[in-house]
């Protein structure tokens, strides 16, 4: 507010026209009042500024942006980086890649500081690089969380070997391709919120992911939201903003 | 092939000239040789004539293909029967019929004659008309039937108490609505043929069964078929037919 | 566990042979070890068993359900009621019917007991009914309730006249259908997860809820997750989950 | 009319016979009378013909088009080369190739001749080429535009910080893909028309960019239309023809 | 701006303290300084403020609404008003009904006062209420309107006999259902903006206006653009936009 | 042509001038020339002028364009007429109904002028109103007809049980929902052209008709094309138009 | 039939017994009787015996199969090869290729022996290569084709400018993609069939030809019926079997 | 049940404390006490632990699962190879493999020991590699498979040539693609079950095998279900399933 401060001592001085001043107050009510402040504080809660969506980026743009954001941040989340983007950047840029994950981390991940952790279950083995992307994306913001990869319902007793986990958990992300029935599961199971993630795994009527997207959004288990196909970022992201609800008290 | 017996003891005796007989051979070769008997032969050990879909049909219509029917059958049974369609039947004909299923049957369900049990699994309560389609259908043709109604696996424990009907059934029938999960958890823990029944039940993103449908035609468990949205008695005819190869020993 | 101690202290004692402990070990490993406690623990802790989903359920079937959640339950949140069912229920039951959203709640809604807040937001007048059924779950639960009603996109300087509300909010749940880009927005203004609703309000291509619901899954905000079209208690009992992970520190 | 005229005039005398006459007449009535004519008025005014969809075409093909067109226009735009096409036109054909937005120009762009600005804004970065397919067009035909890139609602301070172009502009182009949430927020915004662009920018549920041209089409805000995915040419002439409409005055 | 005028002024003259401006203009950023200006803005220039939409709406909240709105509107647009609700709504407020149309009209069409002419043209019949929507409103706000029905491209002749109010319109609004060929056959004959709007008309495949909805965004004819699903209002209230672009030099 | 000549003799003998013949010739370019000639054209050889497409139309409407039609046809076909129409109707029109078929027959049917056959085939009894409007639409263009119901492919025995009708058919209307095998059945067997009519018969996944339609588009048979769902007019006019190919010689 | 005559002869002279004869009629009833025929005199009238489809087998594969049917047949054409499959085939087959329509042809093309024309229109360039398709096995079969390309309807004096060929046509061809409106437009001019086959030529919301298909499936003019998408083979063998009917008279 | 023995039996002599035997009980209540045994049931009884899904793992993954599988098995499955994966994993692995089937073989395929036939039936030639996956499933089991390869509708002779065997089968696996008629033609000749398998073979509408899918779905035959699109392996286990159930009486 001192630039409005600044206008009003100049129109009480005179310096300044009531007609200029106006025109000030018109012309820039969104970036001075709020939302630039808005902006910044987002950066600084959320750490958002440090994410990289690497698809369709090439290496030059994305050591780019990693160094205006370096300016600020002490690590730096690329997702969906290719195998060939990944040894490009590596040219140009110091990172950690993730082959398979499409992740690739510049400083190191974080120790964990949450009491609460974030399950990520897996109905197959295929479903593993959302996982990843998951999983790191939560651990990149400080969170502890427990793999369980391979659980589908198909194998009831693999989901419920690992009951444990799942009931102490403070979020679960569940990802499955074909049925997706595991959201259902999970959601019945444990007592914490479920992101569910539907993946593109599975041939023929699985339509791309279609299938597992239509059954977890009509999973009757209460507890359980959903988001976009193949979207292991969102999820961690989200968990991480969950998770985060129940700590530091 | 009697009537072939006949002409050939025509052209040898000379009583039938060789055009005429080829002219014989030529006229008729499907309703003669071997079509009509395939149909006979369906109708008895299938009893496929015995039924009578009863949607869009005026009682009339029922009424008076079920006289026909019963030249030759024990018992009928109608399905998609609304209660008003019941109601005028019943002004008729003489029948049993089922509220809320669509189920109307003449004569008598007979004794089950299998050791075999089928069992018919619903995910929630609304799934019951549907299933009781398919379970009087099942019993119609003279199958044990075990009736799991509410199921479904967003409480896990309820499906998982009755472990003991599951892993005995000869053929389960999974029938759910919403996310259809149920057909792929029951296909990980039975080892009998599992026929999922996709149902219509739900709102929004079921699209009106086709939520459960994709669902179910994923299913990562192996021995899961499935049958069109809503097709109890699909279902429960195909159960049928699979308990009995088992019979009779 | 107390029916396995009293089965160790047969078998230690020679009451009972170690081939019936086993089998009765084997007969009920879920129902007796676990699962009933499961069950009652989520009672407990989520109150599910306190809700009756009413859609295509008899007046008779929702007052019976409603006597027996009674026995251990404070209050009962019936949905989907439509006027018909809710009148004839009040000639059963004593309830508060609130018209318009579908919900009927026996017993009072409780005191607030969250210092956390949540958001309720629509796009439009027409997705009051399901933000209705949201809010009224999450007060149900407890829950302290913002309703911001009609702030779309659209008139972007309504949604921003309530910046205040959003930003300090726990939990929003945004409720639009057409285009639902509501979600998105909140998305980015607000620091909170975002639990989108997609509703069936629109017309034409808006194909019964399916382009907001596709909208919100695409959403380029981070923190939003999407539940079923029109599926209000879904994101209401979502929220208080999330909500109450930050009180009673 | 010419032909008509010279045609009477033989008739009256006597040089052309009235059978000859109605055949003529009879034989050409489009192209002669009106159609040729509407033809060529519709080359003059909209420049039509001076524009080469490359896709699917050999570099032969659009330099030979190019020659037939460059006898009656200055400028030629060619939409949807890709980099091999460009490459290898380039060797039979001068023109100008603007890599990664598939146009390619024949001669140079004219300086702009209109005082309305077109503005061309879009919801991300990857959204850029078919925001310069858009852009180039809209240029080729003579029009001020001024871009807008990376404005998505996810950061409203983006958008709201360019009020005063969005504010002034004569016509806005919209372009984003996932959700597509932009349109209606610059519809909202603007007192201009809108033109919203889907583009297939995305993954899982955008399918193709399917969400985000539902999202635009069910647009809450007054004075959106959409046109196909992807299509920046279409929009960048449809704004060329709206912004036109109030110039020259 | 008057009160921010009156609040400098205030500043100037020492009636107003520094301190108590800047709090004034940091607590109404939105409402006072400068969205109510847009929204004001928007109303006096778009007159969006006026038009109610009715669908959902009781008869006691459009007359509310309309009350309001008369304040400061001569004349109000409802639509999507149904024979019942515009029934009930006549006995408490005086508007014209156009039966068939969804339209009422508070006060009385203004005289055209452009000189530009909007066409609305059909492919058939059944699409004359969404033509009639989209006709009043662009009547409603002062533009002059052409009507020409029925002139679908099944029967060409019929479409070629108004060339000349085609060809000469300012904007072009095509309303079509089944195979909306009109929306092509009318952008290559015109060059104006054409306007399509598919209409829900037709049956079988044409998916509730999908099918008019998909033909009409591939149109293969350069300056159409496409609003929603028997959106009728829509393009009424683009096309007004467009049409007095041209008007007032 | 007439008016064109008398023109020319006019502007030969004097009596016009070339101005006003060419004023006349520019003026009405297109109902003069050639398409009130393609127009009357059409309806003497195809009487499309001859039939009323009822749904949606008041009886007034219908009976007002049928005696305007009656002027000159010696009868009239009404498609899609509900009962309640068709009773309304018969009060100011006199006509022929055919209850459950939506037509009704203003004159009476003519005796078949055909040598050719065209069958109408369909799969199940459910079908038999689509086939009726076919059916009826062939007579009332004077062709021998032949109806072959419920011959579907799950009882093959029927089907084959007429091959003598269909291999001698000169067109094949192939009528079905569901599965839509008949269609491929029939155009395997039969070496004249297949009209295949998908219908909206069938429940769940036959999503009003989508299942029959793509299966019949997808025939593996050669000379079977595809009409729209349900559109039993369309098909029996083509088949006459087939028909009649093979008459007259 | 002159197995059959023999085995009478036989059985008329004793040297076959009537069981021995008996036991041939029943154990080859539908090759030796009745179908061996039909497929014998399909192959004779419609020579489709004297197709390949070439997608997806191995040249080695056609080649076989071509020698085989060389036997009894002067040509052969072989439909969907690609550059690869044909110059391998080159290498063991004399045949003419048709590059970029998939078409080879073993022998050569016949003189057209009909009368009737049939016309094969295009609404692009994009569309010839199934043009070629349906055009070149309609001259396979011996038809007399006219080619008319690029006649698309937002160009409309192009295809009016083709009246006399499309007028005079015995079976119109109608081959678009993107909106395919082509098919309405001619079946509204033409008094003949038209076939409509549907391409995948156009971008995004073109869904690889499912626009154009709806599209053609609602047309609104009489006589249209449709065939897959890209399906000219379909459409150029449906089109002969048309165009015969006509002839030899 | 091993370990609870031991565990019941330190109980009974006192060298466990109860409280230690609850602790042990509490602990692992799934995989130890039943859940195991379930596992190790299915694999017994179903071998389902003898296959590996091949698509997607390196052949180093398929290398070592397969070890660990042959440690208590014969003979291993892998379904879904490529060429490629074949390749480099015959470098690693001693095993069989049936090119374009994507099946491979580790240890040689058993005799049959059923009486029962499963008939593995196609449409086409190009359904073949989904049949053999079907077949050779199957087999791996110990059934007795006839193979009748291109049998499809459209050639209905082809199909009745094999009466005797598909009349005489104990299950029937039906593949097709495009419009999937067969399994409804099967359905309707068979009395035994048909597992309908779609595949992806065809273009256009087929949509990669959703017209198949539909069309199986809707079969008007009884006795018909359906799994995934191209799911060879999915069908050829399940009619293991039900041919077992008639085996070994």
Redesign the interface.
Known sequence: ?ND??KL??G??E?SIS?ED??LE???K???D????K??H??SL??G?GEVIYG???TPEQIAEISKRLLERSERILITRLDDKQAKDLSECLEFTYFPGTGIGIVGSLPEPTTQGVIVVAT????DIPVAEEAALTAEFYGNRVTRLYDV??????RT??H?DEL?SA?VVIAIA?????L???L???C???V?AV?T????????????????????????????????G???G??AS???K??EN?
Request: with cysteine; aromatic share 6%.
């Open positions: 507010m409005y401060k009003l001592e129109v009480k005179g009531i001043a106006l107050i018109k012309k009510p969104f970036e009042i709020g939302f630039a808005i902006d504080h987002r809660r959320q958002a698809a369709g980026k109905g197959g083995t295929s589908g319902v198909a194998g009831l007793h419920l070997s009951l009931m403070s391709g074909m049925e997706g029935a959201a259902s599961v959601g019945g199971l007592d914490s919120p992101i539907p593109s795994v599975g041939y023929g009527a699985s339509f791309g992911g279609l299938s597992a997207l239509l059954s977890m959004l009509n999973s009757c288990a209460s507890g359980v939201s959903v988001v976009n196909i193949d979207n970022f969102g999820a992201y989200l903003m969950i998770n609800k129940g008290r």
